[in-house]
């Protein structure tokens, strides 16, 4: 599964290209801004974009959802507790099949009620859950920082170590980065107790 990840807007934000080389046929995460540059993309390297798939509903990961729907006629797919326009839901532990390749969902709410994470070819795409360095804010409608320490302590951070993590913004002081060294050195993932957690952010 090749990786294609774009820094878009103003908000730093991710919008990846994942592309089954096997068969040219790909899905695109979280499309935004700078839809040029995801539809040059595309374009260049022959893709059929099967599904559009947002890791949670905020505007600044589904904003572009339409015009590459009108593009590239794909199907939007999200969690099934997502309030948004959608032609595919899933559920935690489901399969996203693309040409040769998958993604498995883990829903991950806390940052909002339909986030998830997606893993697949030794990668998790963690949207706003967990960034490098840090972890999505829990203060918009639908957080819950007592969701999002049993996201991050009862599922993130017991996926494999190995994981390369691309995050859903440019946040942190590497592009990506792996499971195993956000455990030890994202301050987010430090052992705590759910009391301990739910300070710890309400202070932040």
């Known amino acids: 599964m090749k990786v294609h990840q774009l820094e878009v807007g103003n908000m730093q934000n991710f919008t990846y290209i ?18 040029d540059l995801v539809l040059d993309i595309i374009e260049k390297n022959g893709l059929k974009i099967k599904y559009i798939i947002n890791t949670h509903h905020h505007f600044d990961h589904t904003i572009g959802n339409d ?8 199907k939007i797919l999200q969690h099934k507790s ?7 839901t899933v559920s935690d532990g489901d399969k996203i099949l693309f040409g040769n390749s998958e993604l498995a969902v883990f829903h991950t709410p806390g940052h909002s009620k339909d986030s998830m994470c997606l893993v697949g ?8 859950t967990l960034f490098v360095g840090n972890c999505g804010r829990v203060d918009l409608p639908g ?11 009862d599922i993130v951070s017991k996926m494999d170590d190995n994981l390369t993590l691309y ?10 980065s792996t499971i195993g ?21 309400s202070s932040d």
Do not use: C
């Open 18 to 35: 994942l592309e089954d080389e096997q068969t040219n046929e790909a899905v695109i995460l979280d499309p935004s801004w700078d839809l």
């Open 67 to 74: 015009a590459i729907v009108k593009k590239t006629g794909a």
């Open 82 to 88: 997502s309030t948004l326009k959608n032609d595919v």
């Open 121 to 128: 070819d030794g990668k998790v795409f963690s949207g706003d």
């Open 143 to 153: 957080g819950s920082a007592k969701e999002l320490y049993h996201s991050l302590f």
């Open 167 to 176: 995050p859903g913004h440019n946040y942190g002081n590497s592009l990506t």
């Open 181 to 201: 060294k956000e455990k030890k050195t994202n301050f987010v993932l430090q052992p705590r107790t759910e009391k301990e957690f739910l300070e710890f952010m």
